[in-house]
């Protein structure tokens, strides 16, 4: 049922709230919730191979960009609330839950993940966010505006993170605090 708002307000009609093509909290969770669906109910699809999973990842990528660069016209085909992103992310998130991994610093610093969403989608941080990314496209050639976006990207997001980790230091300070005085 979530889907079928997502898909049909969020992505058919476009920036419908609370969707807004995908770009809000609401339809972050609905990836969480599909995340744990799968998990709960669908054992043919997550024995799929991790192969399996990567092809259909770029299957649902490459048809919305192919449509794209045939016709010019989006049709919100890339937008968050679009179905083949949705199922890309879906293929995406399957082929990493088989690979076994641990490092200790991953780990660290996954569990702050969430406050780069959190904090680059805040109505305050948003708008410098876009015209930032606009104005680079529009100033730098191809190469360059990669390598520029990465780097950006990347400390963009070990800022979030190390932001969080304050936060979370502060946190639990305060509750030790308050904790051991009662």
């Known amino acids: 049922v979530f889907f079928f708002f997502e898909f049909s307000l969020g992505w058919v009609l476009g920036s ?11 339809s972050f969770v609905g990836l969480y919730l599909l995340g744990r669906f799968l998990n709960l109910h669908f054992e043919k699809i997550k024995k799929l191979s991790v192969g399996t999973n990567i ?22 085909m890339l937008a968050y609330s679009s179905p083949f992103v949705v199922f890309a992310s879906m293929f995406f998130f399957l082929a990493f839950t088989k690979l076994k991994f641990e490092n200790k610093w991953v780990n660290y610093l996954a569990c702050s993940s969430f ?25 730098l ?35 030790k605090a308050f904790i051991d005085k009662w």
């Open 141 to 175: 050639n191809g190469f360059v505006y990669i390598l520029f976006v990465v780097v950006f990207a990347i400390v963009f997001g070990v800022c979030c993170m190390m932001l969080d980790k304050l936060r979370i230091k502060l946190w639990n300070s305060l509750c």
């Open 55 to 76: 092809f259909l990842y770029l299957l649902f990528t490459i048809i919305p960009v192919t449509w794209f660069l045939l016709t010019g016209d989006d049709r919100n």
């Open 115 to 139: 406050s780069i969403y959190l904090i680059h989608l805040h109505p305050s941080v948003w708008p410098y966010y876009k015209n930032l990314m606009k104005t680079a496209y529009e100033n």
């Open 16 to 26: 419908i709230a609370p969707y807004n093509n995908g770009y809000s909290t609401i």
